[in-house]
Structures are given as structure tokens and as C-alpha cells.
């Protein structure tokens, strides 16, 4: 039998083999080589073959089936190594990828590494990818972000800059996050606001696959039994990915993942590629959430420490001033008396001296000196009166009328509306005006958070037993009475620490001259403040 193939020789020419191309040379010089990698596939073996078995020759059903058997392996070798050599890529990736999410704390930047990683082709490959984040305070599932093209036309134009650009993954991801996550969080804003889902609804789609913490591969969605027919409409695919991402048994959020471009198939092993990568992704969103967090409260304590220390140093000086008052008052009593009789009997002697009188100089420098002791000795009271409590009877609507005046331009620009009802014929009462003044204005300026639309102020006085009472109802304030009585005693924990702390020093303030004041929270009509004047000096304690 003439052989066409050249399976035989030991060395053949170019011509000889029509399987052999450029750049395969040593093939020509190397004939085991030549018939593991290229007479399976020759026409001309084949012929041969055909020919033999033609010939009845016992070794043709032979090399048949040697022939199927080894195509076969032949193609399940070169199957496994593309697997092999798809899992190193996998592998790398992952480690590239792994790599950026165990150093970053930055919660943009974790969510673009993510998102990135799924969408480009270096990565995962995936046309689009929508991120859900779980609200627990709102018990919500929320669409956060966003990350794809809207259309071919966009997709194309995408493609080919990340082509042209030769960027690695983090290179990729960091370019987004600086330069595009605002405006694809922009692009998808009517998406992600219908991506909302209530983690209450067990029956939903979203939520099923989240507790149930394995990916679902929904194919057929617009048909699908257990898609929402809005949900299928929304995203406008017949076939998406769910991933959930779980840290600790923690529902962090979910990726949906789709080919709403190619519409390729997404495959059972883009699945299992994808869920490897949700479990790093989930930990580092957890991380750089609670990171977050974690900031905004070392900010709060901070600036609270900082409220909490000036406030102790105010009320230090207030007390060393209080101090200093009473010993200053103490003083100038016991000098001032003295020095008046020195005074009186100096300008006395002066008054009744002639002119000629040769002690009329010495005198007359008594009374100067005198006088300016006495001008001395007034700034030392009018200085510790301003530190310590010093009562009188005074006119409660007069009070009132020059607090409100002192608060007006404040008040007006903040829009509050005042109504004064002074009371008809009120008794004087025993108060120390600078003080009361002072908590007047303070109420009328209160810091305390939950401002309301009814911006308005009343203030009411009238007379009871042996008291004025005097009330202001500050109907723009919605606390709880709870809340209410913390911000009272100085320093207690309340929502913002040192908030209402005004309020606590007026309270005490008032108390030391005998005072109730009385903080009331109503539901819906704000806050009732009381406070009792006594008329008589012997209510004083």
C-alpha cells in the first residue's frame, strides 16, 4: 500500500506535512513528536488509516480505537490546563484583590475595588452590578451603588478606553472611585431608589436569598415565580445573579450581578467564582462601615470632651468668683461704714472752717481722699454684686419687658414669634434681678435639639399666694419629659453631651435664692417653664 502520510519517516521535508506551519521546524527533524501533535489530526493519517481498514488488515481496528482514545485524553489534557490556567488567573486576581480589601478602611473605596472587580474583564467579567447594603435602624435592604454601562453605545465606548488605558484592577477601581463613583451613583438613581426592599418581606426574592446566605442564579425572570414582576421590569434582564454577602452570620448586603449588554450566559462556575469573592467583600464592607462609625463617634466624644471641659472650667471660675465676691462684699461693708463717718464729720469740719483757717488744707485733702475711697469701695460692691446673689424687690414685668427687648433681634432672626401677658397690679418680689434676668434669657435662648414648626413664645405672669408665678411656654421644643429632666442636672448624659447645660445652671441658680423652677415636657405642646417669685423676705432660705 502506497502511504500518503509521512508518519513513517524519520525525517521529513516543510511540504511533506500539510500540519506542520512556520515556527514548528523541529518538527520536521523529530518523528514521535510529529505523531503525538499532528497525525491525529492529518487528513492524510486518516486516509491511511481508512485504507488499511479497507485492506482488512488486523491492526486498523486497533489503531482506531487507539486513535479515539487518545483524541480523547488529548482533549481533556488541553481542557485542564485551560482550567489550570483559569484558576491561576482566578488566584492572582483574588490576591490582588484580597490584598486591597484587607488594607482599606475606606468604604468608597472597598465598595469601587468590589463592584470593579465584578464588572471588568480582568475580573469577573460581568456587564453590570448593583450593590445592596442592609439598613438595619430602618430594617430596609437598600440599593447603595451602581457600576456598568446603561446601553451599547456607552458599553462600547467603556470597553474600548479600558482596553487603550491597559490598567490593572486597582488601577481600574481607584479611577472610578476618584473620577466616576458620583456620577454612576448619579446614572443609577432611579434604580437603586426602587432597589429598596423591607428585610421584613420574607417572601421577596431579595430577602429570601439573603437569609438564606447562598447565591441564586435566576433564570427567566419574567417569568419566573418568585421574581417580582417590578423587580424583573427594573432591571430589564431575563437572567441576573443574587450574592449575599454574609460576615460572621451577619447580613452585610447583596450584590446583583447581570449581562444586560453581551447577554451572556452566567454560568454555574461564574456563580462559585463570585461567591468565593463575596466573603472578603462582605468582611470589608463590615469593616469599613463599623470604621466609619467608629469616626463619627471619636468626633462626637471629642467635641463633647471638649463642651464637657469648658463648661467645668466656667463653672470653677464662676464658684472661685462667688468666692471672691463675698469675701470682697465682706470687706468693703466693713470699711465703707467707717470711712462714711470719716467722710461726714471731714466734710462737716470743712463746711463750718473759714477760709483762713490754716487747717483748712488738711481737711480739704481728708475729704478728696475720702471720696475717692468711697469711689473705690463702689466698684468693689458693683463688682461683687455681679458675683454673688444680691436680692431686692424689683418689678417682674419690668423683668420680663427688658429680657425680651435684650432678645428680640436674636429671636426675630431665628423666626420666633413672643407674646407677653403681664399680670395687673403684681407686688414686687424678692429676687436678684441681674440673675433672674440672666435665666430669662437663657430659656428664651435654650440649646436644647428637636425644633418644631411652631416657632412661637408665651410668657404669662399673675399673682398667687404670697408669689408671682411666672410662665413661659416655649411651644417649638418636642422632648420627652425624661430627656427633659436629664438636661436639668449639669452634666448628665443626654443626646448631644453639654446640651441644655443653660438650663441645669438657671435651675441651680434660682434654687440657691429659694426659687422653684419647674421644667414641664408636653407631648405635643412643647415645654412649660414655672417659676415662683417670692413678695415676702422671709420665704428666703
Sequence with gaps: MERECCWDREVIEL???????AGEEDLLVSKRQRNLDKCSDCHRFLTDLARLSDENNPLAPILTDLLAEFRHQKTQIQSLVSFLDNKTLEIRFLHELGYVLQSSVDLDEVLSVALTAITAGKGFGMNRAFLLLCDREDGLLKG????????LEEASRVWNEIIQSDMDLQTLAQNFRLNKLSSERAKFHDVLEQLTVPLSNKDHILVKTLDGKRPVLVEGAFQHPDVPPELARLLGVDAFLAMPLISRNRRVGMII?????????????????????SFPV???IERASLYDKLHVELERVTEAGKKLKEQQELIVRMENMALVGRITSSIAHSVRNPLMIIGGFARSMLKNSPATDSRRTFIESIVAETRQLEGVLDEILNYSDSLYPTRDFWDVNQLVETALHDTADVLTAHGYATFYSPGIDLPHVYIDFKQLSNCV??????????IGADRSISINSQCGDDCVILTIEDRSRHISQAELDHLLVPFSETRELGAGLGLALCKTMLEKQGIPFVAEAEAFDGIRYTITLPTRKEEQT
Design 257 to 277: 450581578a447581570d449581562n444586560c449588554i453581551t447577554h451572556r450566559t452566567i454560568t454555574e462556575e461564574d456563580m462559585h467564582s463570585l461567591e468565593t469573592f
Design 441 to 450: 434669657r437663657t430659656v428664651l435662648h435654650n440649646d436644647i435639639t428637636g
Design 15 to 21: 511540504a511533506d506535512c500539510p500540519e506542520i506551519g
Design 282 to 284: 462582605a468582611f470589608a
Design 144 to 151: 447603595y451603588l451602581g457600576l456598568g454601562p446603561r446601553n
